[in-house]
């Protein structure tokens, strides 16, 4: 069995909850009973934030909760939804009596339960605005399937929808801004090791040596297909590169870019990948206006890195710099 510092594997997810809440009572409060993270002190007369999916992604969601990003975070088992009661009672408790935004990773289990606790919502009188984040290239197909997945790109919502919200932007105006910033976001992946679940006997798959795998999600998916293992430079841009072809990129273009670790990549790796971020894209003519590196959207022990681009709007600097306290995020 692979070795993991639990108690015991289904327990790990709750126990892990308890003790981020235990680390930081004056951010967060962890209701075990109903499986929600709200912040210590819930704010009044602001739109609400919600959001949730499966544990397994830490710092992701509850990391998040805090002034300036969500009021609430609703986990669910390891990469398993959280039930739409779950949902429902989170999506409550982060109304303070001007409605409420849910942020959505685009994943079957998650979208339904959502959906299902926001009519429940609505029914006691709670008005609730959906944001849908699907931004995983790797998935951009032009079949009828379920469409992109959600991955890191649902950072820079929670950010910039937490910042709007704080300001005291109306409920339609915040879910108007988080869908501006999800479909205006890409993210591509790659592993050179898959993450493995706590109890299990081994990784969610087995790469030969010499090969990566491009393309991968952050529940343990495979990707698009494998490449050969190569220095950062070469793996890292061929992450960039798609996503700069997605979007449009060009010289003169200025972006938000996330660098991000998927939960068993050391910090030293990140910085070398967000170093080749930086002239990778300056050597296209394309400026990073805000940057951030480190591990925030993972794939439990994924050895693995993650690049998301955002196109840099004027309007969305000021809500990115906007102060923020929670804690995987503060400035």
Known sequence: MHRHIVNRPEQAAEEALEGLALTHPHLLAYDR???IVTRAQPARDKVGLVSGGGSGHEPLHAGFVGVGMLDVAVPGALFASPTALQVHTGTVAADSG???????????????????????????????????????????????????????????VEKICGAAAEAGTDLVEVAALGRRVARSARTLSLALTAGT??????????????????????????????IPFADADTLIAQLVDPVVA???????????????????TSPLDVSVAA?????????????????????????????GISVTLLPADADLLPLWDAPVRTPALTW
């Open 33 to 35: 009973a109903v499986g």
């Open 98 to 156: 001007r409605g409420v935004v849910q942020i959505v990773k685009n994943y079957t289990g998650d979208v339904l339960n959502f959906q299902i606790a926001g009519e429940l919502a609505e029914d006691d009188a709670v008005k609730t605005e959906v944001v849908l984040v699907d931004d995983d290239l790797a998935t951009d197909a032009e079949d009828d399937g379920p469409g992109r997945r959600g991955t890191a790109a649902v950072l820079a």
């Open 197 to 226: 679940h706590p109890g299990a006997d081994g990784p969610a798959f087995v790469l030969p040596d010499g090969e990566v795998e491009l393309g991968v999600g952050i529940h343990g998916e495979r990707g698009t297909g494998r």
């Open 246 to 264: 997605a979007l449009g990129l060009r010289r003169g273009s200025a972006v938000i870019a996330i660098v991000n670790g998927l939960g068993g």
């Open 275 to 303: 170093r080749t971020v930086h002239h990778h894209l300056g050597a296209l003519g394309v400026t990073i206006e805000r940057s951030l590196a480190g591990s925030y959207v993972t794939s439990l022990d994924m050895h």
